[in-house]
C-alpha cells in the first residue's frame, strides 16, 4: 500500500494567515481600527478566527511588512498612521504634483477596477456603497469627504484579490486624494466643494459598473474620472 504524502501543512497555514490579513486589512480600511489604536490581542484573534497562535503571528508580521501596523514589544501591534508608514515618500503639495498623482493613478487605477468588477464580493460591494454614501453625505454637511474618498479608492483595490494593488493604495495614503494638501498660493480660484461633486458623479459611475460586474464600462469611468480631475488641476495652473 503506497504511503500518502504528509499535508502540506506550511502551505495550510500561509493560507489561514492571508485570511486573517485580509479581514484586519478590511477593518483598517473601514476605520474600524482606527490609526494608533490597538489590535485585538493574539488571544482574541485566536478566537475570533479559529486558528492558531503560529497563524495570527504569521498574519501580524505580514501586517507589519506592508506598513499597516507596527508591534511593540510587551505592549501589543498597533495601526500605524498613513504618513508614518515605511515605503513609498511621495509628497503631493503641488499643482504640478498633483497632476504627476493622477496620472500615477491612472496606470494603477484602471487595471485594479476591472479587477473589482469580475472578482468583488456583494460585502465589498457593500462597502463602496457605504463609503460613496458618506461622501454624499460629508458634501452635504461642507465637510471634507478627503477620508470617504479614500476608502472607496482603496476597497475597489481590495476588491481585486491582489494584495499588491491594496498595499501600494495604503502607500499612497492621503497623497491619493491630494486635492486638499495643495499649497494656498497655488490654489486660484479652485472650488474644491465643487469638485467634490463631480468627483462624486463619477465615482457613481464607476460604482454602477462594478455593481454590474463590467470591466470595460468599469475601465472607461476610471479613467474618466482621473483624467477629469487631472484636467480640472490642469486648469488651475
Given at each position: 500500500?503506497?504511503?500518502?504524502s504528509?499535508?502540506?501543512?506550511?502551505?495550510?497555514?500561509?493560507?489561514?494567515?492571508?485570511?486573517?490579513?485580509?479581514?484586519l486589512?478590511q477593518?483598517i480600511?473601514?476605520?474600524?481600527?482606527?490609526p494608533?489604536?490597538?489590535?485585538?490581542?493574539?488571544?482574541?484573534?485566536?478566537?475570533?478566527?479559529?486558528?492558531s497562535?503560529?497563524?495570527?503571528?504569521?498574519?501580524?508580521?505580514?501586517?507589519q511588512?506592508?506598513?499597516?501596523?507596527?508591534?511593540?514589544?510587551g505592549?501589543?501591534t498597533?495601526?500605524?498612521?498613513?504618513?508614518?508608514?515605511?515605503?513609498?515618500?511621495?509628497?503631493?503639495?503641488?499643482v504640478?504634483s498633483?497632476?504627476n498623482?493622477?496620472?500615477?493613478?491612472?496606470?494603477?487605477?484602471?487595471?485594479?477596477?476591472?479587477?473589482?468588477?469580475?472578482?468583488r464580493?456583494?460585502?465589498?460591494?457593500?462597502?463602496m456603497?457605504?463609503?460613496?454614501?458618506?461622501?454624499?453625505?460629508?458634501?452635504a454637511?461642507?465637510?471634507?469627504?478627503?477620508?470617504?474618498?479614500k476608502r472607496?479608492?482603496?476597497?475597489?483595490?481590495?476588491?481585486?484579490?491582489?494584495?499588491?494593488?491594496?498595499?501600494?493604495?495604503?502607500?499612497?495614503?492621503?497623497g491619493m486624494?491630494?486635492?486638499?494638501?495643495?499649497?494656498?498660493?497655488?490654489?486660484?480660484?479652485a472650488?474644491?466643494?465643487?469638485?467634490g461633486q463631480?468627483?462624486?458623479?463619477?465615482?457613481?459611475a464607476i460604482?454602477?459598473?462594478?455593481?454590474?460586474?463590467?470591466?470595460?464600462?468599469?475601465?472607461?469611468a476610471?479613467?474618466?474620472?482621473?483624467?477629469?480631475?487631472?484636467?480640472?488641476f490642469?486648469g488651475?495652473s
Amino acid at each position: 500500500m503506497p504511503i500518502e504524502s504528509p499535508a502540506p501543512v506550511r502551505k495550510r497555514s500561509t493560507n489561514l494567515a492571508q485570511g486573517v490579513v485580509e479581514v484586519l486589512t478590511q477593518r483598517i480600511l473601514l476605520g474600524q481600527l482606527k490609526p494608533g489604536e490597538k489590535l485585538p490581542s493574539e488571544s482574541t484573534i485566536v478566537l475570533e478566527h479559529g486558528v492558531s497562535r503560529t497563524v495570527v503571528r504569521e498574519a501580524l508580521s505580514k501586517l507589519q511588512a506592508s506598513g499597516l501596523v507596527e508591534t511593540r514589544h510587551g505592549i501589543g501591534t498597533f495601526v500605524l498612521e498613513q504618513h508614518t508608514r515605511p515605503g513609498l515618500r511621495l509628497h503631493v503639495d503641488t499643482v504640478a504634483s498633483v497632476r504627476n498623482m493622477l496620472e500615477l493613478r491612472l496606470g494603477l487605477e484602471v487595471q485594479a477596477v476591472a479587477l473589482a468588477a469580475l472578482r468583488r464580493s456583494d460585502a465589498q460591494l457593500a462597502h463602496m456603497r457605504q463609503a460613496l454614501d458618506d461622501y454624499q453625505a460629508s458634501l452635504a454637511n461642507n465637510d471634507s469627504c478627503v477620508e470617504e474618498d479614500k476608502r472607496f479608492h482603496q476597497l475597489i483595490a481590495e476588491a481585486t484579490g491582489n494584495t499588491f494593488f491594496t498595499d501600494i493604495m495604503l502607500h499612497l495614503g492621503s497623497g491619493m486624494i491630494p486635492r486638499t494638501q495643495v499649497k494656498g498660493a497655488e490654489r486660484g480660484g479652485a472650488d474644491f466643494a465643487k469638485l467634490g461633486q463631480l468627483a462624486n458623479l463619477e465615482h457613481e459611475a464607476i460604482y454602477n459598473a462594478i455593481k454590474r460586474q463590467d470591466p470595460d464600462a468599469a475601465r472607461a469611468a476610471m479613467v474618466l474620472h482621473l483624467t477629469n480631475s487631472r484636467d480640472r488641476f490642469s486648469g488651475q495652473s
